[in-house]
């Protein structure tokens, strides 16, 4: 457990330089641009490095993108622009948010058809298990009696 | 009825199992080009052998055409040179290069070296029309037909296999058509 520790520690210390490197200088007006900025590259994708988006990644293409993001800021164009002249260049891989349209509804629609369909899955379970308790026949007269007696320990009969 | 239910469990284990099959020989790192089908993008960029010419996409009308993306700080463009020269000197392809964010004399002692199976070279040391062609790792190597408009994209080393079994086809495809 301690050695854990020290590893994780270990972890820890060292991946501070190797994130600060990646980060240039870039200047904004307003602390609004550059956390839009900061918000674009979070959303864009190394086509590289393919599990990293651009803002992580110091591959040279990245770079490259993150120039094109800030360049494209600065003269005035949208969010939507900026994703879209990425994408037509690298391809919808680019984007760690697919686009809702007909080809990705079954992806962005997962989750809640898998939510709703467990829930009736349970909720079939539910049903049928409270159906077969009551479907049960009431012990007959006799058995109950016998029941009876079973629990008090009076019970001396063995057949069963 | 409550029999075909036991096979439920089966039945998806096989689907899932034949959807991830089907993506096990696929390479991740290979991404379809974006602008396949589209023209090559607009550029106006200095021949490397000739800093006075300016080159643009009139380079690739007329003949179907290679566009192979190299540098010299590429490893595995030294890799599919000899392949390269192979295809330019005995099997007649056109390739236009793109000298992708090098510099001159580094491009020069590259070609010295292992000789040069370009008919025109595109110098783009900013990387500019690498980028407007969503290149992410060269080597990278395009098919562009009569019209310059981007049939194919191959990232990685051209050999003979990927000549045989990927290139060639879209090259034959596109002469058909033009």
Known sequence: ?160 | MKRLFMFLPLVVAVAIGIFLFTGLGKDPTELESALIGKSVPEFSLQALVDPDQTLGTSVFKGQVSLLNVWAEWCPSCWDEHEYLMHLANDKGVRIVGLNYKDTREKAFSFLNRLGNPYETIIFDPQGSLGFDLGVYGAPETYVIDAEGVVRFRHVGVVNQRVWEEELLPIINQAKGNS
């Open chain 1, 1 to 160: 457990m301690r050695f854990f520790a020290v590893v994780l520690a270990c972890v820890f210390w060292f991946s501070g330089p190797a994130q600060a490197e990646v980060k240039e200088v870039y200047d904004f007006d307003t602390r609004a641009e550059e956390q839009r900025y900061q918000q674009l590259i979070a959303e864009l994708r190394c086509p590289k490095c393919q599990n990293q988006n651009i803002a992580d990644s110091n591959a040279p293409i990245s770079k490259d993108m993150r120039d094109q993001v800030y360049r494209m800021m600065k003269n005035d164009a949208s969010n939507d622009e900026i994703v879209n002249a990425l994408v037509l260049r690298f391809g919808e891989f680019v984007q760690y948010k697919p686009p809702v349209d007909r080809r990705t509804i079954l992806l962005w629609a997962f989750p809640a058809i898998a939510v709703i369909g467990g829930f009736l899955v349970v909720a079939g379970v539910v049903w049928r298990s409270r159906k077969r308790s009551q479907d049960e026949p009431e012990l007959s007269e006799h058995d109950k009696t016998r029941a009876e007696r079973m629990l008090s320990g009076q019970d001396d009969q063995t057949d069963r």
